[in-house]
């Protein structure tokens, strides 16, 4: 083999593999390489808005997930904004118990915005989500335990559904409905915060408060992002 195509044959497998299991390794992936990966006579896309024909569209579930800071809103409202260009219908919902910063809008920590939905419970987004190409979920640790079923059921009717949640709490437990999110979902994107302690990847979201209550709603002057080994320090 050439030298050259040897190469090209590499880096094509290589950003194969990242797109399907190290997401992370993206950002260091040649520009040339990243726009289309051939296997199997298709093309894998990373997240590309659903450009199949409307009567021949297929849904899938996307998980986005991470400790507290890590940037799940800000991505969740990123896929969804790309969505919109591409003139697809697009509803947002998050739980109704979420209104740390709007009734309304999904907002990252970084000040982005969406409009959404507050919903009290998953089973109110089946009646909702009529006539829509995507639907976003942010936030989705608070919802109730049916929240799976209604993502399978809205993927199997041809819709994107993106997801955005915790997938642990404060004590590094699986969190609500996430790790059943996690187990159904074609794609899921682990996201890091760094560690407010070492300055490494962290994945924990450590409360500074003493309150055993599963759900306490909070930013920074409750929780903080923390490495394994500096929750563990901490927790100690």
């Given at each position: ?80 904004k790309r969505a919109r260009i591409a003139r697809l219908k697009v509803e947002i919902f998050k739980p109704a118990i979420d209104n740390r910063y709007d009734e309304e809008k999904v907002v990252s920590h970084d000040a982005r915005e969406i409009m959404s939905t507050p919903v009290p419970s998953s089973s109110n987004i089946l009646l909702l989500a009529s006539d829509v190409d995507v ?102």
């Amino acid at each position: 083999m050439h030298p050259h195509t040897r190469s090209e044959w590499i880096m094509k497998n290589a950003v194969e593999y990242c797109v399907t299991k190290c997401l992370f390794l993206w950002p260091w992936v040649p520009h040339q390489f990243r726009i289309k990966v051939i296997k199997n006579q298709q093309t894998l896309c990373m997240f590309l808005e659903n450009d199949i024909e409307r009567s021949r569209r297929r849904g899938w579930i996307e998980v986005i997930c991470g400790s507290m800071f890590s940037g799940k809103t800000e991505e969740l409202i990123r896929r969804l904004k790309r969505a919109r260009i591409a003139r697809l219908k697009v509803e947002i919902f998050k739980p109704a118990i979420d209104n740390r910063y709007d009734e309304e809008k999904v907002v990252s920590h970084d000040a982005r915005e969406i409009m959404s939905t507050p919903v009290p419970s998953s089973s109110n987004i089946l009646l909702l989500a009529s006539d829509v190409d995507v639907i976003g979920i942010d936030e989705a640790q608070f919802f109730d335990m049916g929240l799976p079923d209604v993502c399978d059921q809205l993927a199997n009717t041809g819709i994107r559904v993106i997801v955005a949640g915790l997938d642990m709490d404060y004590l590094g437990k699986p969190f609500g409905p996430m790790p059943a999110l996690l187990s159904m979902a074609e794609y899921i994107t682990k996201v890091h915060a760094i560690c407010v302690k070492c300055g490494s990847l962290a994945q924990y979201s450590h409360r500074t408060i003493k309150d055993e209550k599963l759900v306490v709603l909070g930013e920074t002057d409750i929780y903080e992002p923390l490495c394994r080994h500096c929750y563990r320090k901490s927790n100690a």
